[in-house]
């Protein structure tokens, strides 16, 4: 995990910046740099220093600390300064007015303060558009209050006819089904560039049965469900990077042991952090907007926390978005914030008022068109998808919402105590399933624990998920899936006896253990030890050894058990992981042979597939290859065989054969043409130059040689003979 | 041939339960390009880097093939 520490970013802070850093810490201005340093990091390696300092902070302050908990210590400045302000919390007014936008006003007082530094590549720059990444040091956060955010002054709605949530259970559902879906394809490959392979989504989204435009939720639709989810894994502390592929830290049993809060909390935290995905993607974001998503996301957290929270009830989505706009709008925007009026002092007091009110009437009017339906459409897809909110419905429309318990629990764990506690999945496995004679499973979620969820997800295909059931099916695939899993035979027996209100149906029960025999039918096995004896005798011989394995033929010994290296004193030994030795000759006329005395377990078999076995080695031919290809083979990959075994490279000529029997168009074409020949330069110039000649000239095949067309013969020996040339027939030709 | 014995390490493998189902794999030129030397009846070598390639292959046409490392 990444520490947010101060120490080593306070040297690239320029002085000027740290005096004002070090009063916090009891420090003077006079102080050098290095004694400014030295200040604030023993400061905050003091946890009582710290404790003190945090007293002497105004409220906005602590408000912006417990800001940078909430979200993991580091934020966007322009997060920061909105979240702020959408708690309900004063900024004074001598830090709103030290810039005449605004903007960036906050970040720079806290960073002044000596609370934060830039995160980016400078610790001391911050952009002037407050764009710029911020970060405190954790010491501080550790002691800092939680978010105390003032609730909105709203009056909730008529209790609606209507309404609807997703009861923690199915949320779990769909979080542990992605999880095993992902470890089913043992992780996600990312590209070089750190991004998310298409295909592997694409696979994803095929196992969770989630079409790429999105899906249907009890209604309400929720677009590309798959890119959201896998980010939101990504980004949380779910998965870690190895090798460039993302896997699983825990399994998804593991995780399902947590409670639901933490569970949901985890994806929260993934999505709050994620950029790709947006909540209006259906309906085309544009680019900005989708990169300011993700920071609506956080602000609206903050948001949906200070809903009231001494009445139980409905609120209007009017009231609710209204009460954030008073709170962040002339801040905050996805699209973007129309600047504040500036004025010049020719403007009187009555122009300046109604230049301000015309600047809100638009903030106003932007905000319905862009941030109120960025509000309803964050409401309708992960609020709901996570179930932290319940939806109130008139007439199929979204006229109102409440937090859930688990929306409480996850917003205000301070409150733990005091208020509606989640239903917790049961701790021990219960009767809380159903199976059926054509292998369907109905699940019952308000008995499931959280472990049988993971169970199903393990070995059977989820056809649906309502409010209170679940409805699965066993089938040959899934049950293959959970097995390969690592799981047995045994394990599912058990599992689906133990969860089950009734007997298992005979059927499935005979069906079960037949798929389970077939995955014994055939096994592939990526890497084994086998010892490979002269005959059969030293074999018979080495097993009356106390060497322990399977006899594979007549001359090898599967190896089975721990392999001490006594038992191959003497032995050679030959690693398939590593590259094998070029032991590899060939002709031009493609006559292989195989280095004398070596051998291994892949080369005669692979040389076999492309060319014709003869007593002293392979000839390949137009046929063998022909017939090669034909069978599906790929020339591409003999010719990567001959170029990592081969101890010389493949002559030219006979790489040309190669393509060409493969069904290459290899084309050369032949003509007869007749060598002209001049030993003397002043004569081959001459003839070169010769208009009588050139029609009848074809080229030069050297510097001094021309080429006649055969049938023109008579025509140039004429011009020569009228020229006094004397044509002798002794020219010969040299090999190359 | 070698007098001495040869350990082989790190060689990819399959088995089956039947020898008739091999014979069938070399006999199918989709499974048969992955299958190299034939140890036994019903062992043989698979060809470099195939794993992933011939369990795709044998699940397309209906088979559960069991991986192990």
């Known amino acids: ?736 | 041939m070698a007098t001495e014995p040869i350990l082989h390490e790190n060689l990819p493998l399959l088995e089956v339960l039947d020898p008739i189902l091999l014979d069938t794999l070399y006999a199918d030129p989709h499974t048969e390009m992955y299958l190299l030397t034939r140890l036994s009846e019903s062992v043989a070598v698979i060809a470099p880097d195939s794993i992933a390639k011939l369990e795709k292959i044998l699940l397309k046409q209906g088979h559960t093939p069991k991986v192990v490392e």
């Open chain 1, 1 to 736: 995990m990444y520490q947010h520490r101060f120490d080593k970013f306070l040297p690239h802070v320029n002085a000027d910046k740290l005096k004002p850093m070090v009063r916090m810490w009891g420090g003077e201005s006079k102080m050098i740099k290095a004694e400014c340093i030295a200040c604030i990091t023993n400061g905050l390696s003091d946890p009582s220093r710290v404790s003190a300092a945090l007293q002497t902070l105004e409220p906005w302050e602590q408000a912006a600390l417990a800001v940078l908990k909430l979200y993991g210590n580091q934020v966007p400045g322009e997060v920061l300064d909105v979240a702020i302000r959408a708690a309900g919390v004063d900024i004074p007014q001598h830090i709103n007015n030290s810039r005449w936008d605004r903007r960036g006003a906050v970040v720079d007082a806290l960073f002044h303060r000596g609370l934060i530094l830039s995160g980016d590549d400078s610790p001391g720059y911050f952009s002037s558009y407050g764009s710029t990444t911020v970060f405190t040091d954790e010491r501080l956060t550790a002691q800092a209050a939680p978010l105390v955010v003032r609730p909105f002054e709203i009056t909730p709605i008529t209790a609606p006819q209507n309404a609807m949530y997703r009861r923690p259970p199915t949320v779990a559902l769909d979080m542990i089904g992605v999880l095993q879906a992902i470890s089913n394809m043992g992780g996600l490959r990312l590209t070089q560039k750190g991004d998310l392979r298409v295909a592997e989504v694409k696979e994803l989204r095929k196992a969770v049965n989630w079409p790429e435009k999105g899906v249907q939720i009890d209604g309400i639709f929720f677009p590309d469900p798959a890119t959201a989810w896998v980010e939101a894994f990504r980004h949380s502390d779910l998965l870690s990077l190895q090798n460039n592929v993302l896997i699983l830290r825990e399994s998804p049993e593991q995780f399902a042991t947590q409670s639901y809060e933490d569970q949901i909390r985890y994806v929260l935290e993934g999505l709050l952090r994620s950029n790709v995905w947006s909540e209006m993607m259906d309906i085309g974001m544009h680019y900005h907007n989708q990169q300011k998503s993700y920071q609506g996301r956080q602000v609206l957290l903050v948001g949906l926390k200070s809903l009231p929270l001494d009445v139980d009830g409905f609120f209007s989505i009017d009231d609710f978005e209204l009460a954030l706009f008073n709170r962040i709008g002339e801040h905050f925007s996805i699209s973007y914030v129309e600047n504040r009026p500036s004025f010049y002092r020719k403007e009187t007091p009555s122009q300046q008022i109604q230049a301000l009110a015309e600047w809100q009437t638009k903030l106003r009017k932007n905000w319905l068109v862009t941030e109120r339906r960025w509000i309803i459409a964050a409401l309708k897809t992960w609020a709901y998808f996570l179930g932290l909110v319940e939806l109130a419905l008139d007439e199929n429309e979204i006229n109102g919402f409440r937090l859930t318990a688990l929306g409480y629990a996850i917003l205000h764990p301070e409150l733990a105590a005091t208020h509606e506690t989640v239903a917790h999945s049961p701790k021990t496995a219960t009767h809380a399933w159903v199976v059926q004679p054509n292998f369907e499973v109905i699940a019952y979620l308000e008995q499931i624990s959280a472990l049988q969820l993971a169970f199903l997800e393990r070995f059977a295909e989820r056809k649906q998920a309502n409010q209170h059931t679940a409805l699965f099916r066993l089938t040959r695939h899934s049950v293959y899936r959970g097995l390969e899993s690592g799981a047995s035979l045994d394990d599912l027996l058990e599992g689906l006896v133990r969860g089950s209100h009734a007997e298992i149906p005979q059927n499935v029960l005979i069906e079960l253990r037949e798929w389970a025999a077939l995955r014994e039918q055939i096994t592939l096995k990526h890497r084994i030890k086998l010892l490979e004896f002269p005959d059969k005798q030293s074999l018979e011989t080495a097993c009356q050894r106390d060497l322990k394995g399977k006899i594979v033929g007549e001359r090898f010994l599967l190896l089975t058990g721990k392999v001490s290296k006594l038992d191959f004193l003497g032995s050679s030994r030959k690693n398939y992981a590593l590259a094998l030795p070029r032991c590899l000759s060939i002709t031009e006329q493609g006559r292989i042979r195989i280095q004398k005395d070596y051998q291994d377990l892949w080369i005669a078999a692979q040389l076999d597939q492309w060319a014709e076995r003869q007593s002293d080695g392979w000839q390949l031919t137009a046929d063998s290859v022909a017939k090669a290809v034909q069978s599906g083979k790929k020339l591409a990959d003999f010719l990567n065989l001959l170029a990592i075994r081969l101890k010389e490279s493949l002559p030219k000529f006979t790489h040309l054969a190669l393509q060409a029997w493969a069904g290459g168009d290899m084309k050369a074409e032949l003509g007869k043409t007749v060598a002209l020949h001049c030993r003397n330069n002043e004569v081959f110039q001459a003839l070169a130059a010769s208009r009588q000649l050139r029609p009848y000239l074809k080229g030069k095949l050297t510097h001094n040689t021309l080429l006649v067309n055969d049938a023109d013969i008579e025509q140039v020996l004429a011009i020569l003979e009228w020229a006094g040339v004397t044509i002798s027939g002794n020219f010969e030709v040299r090999s190359l």
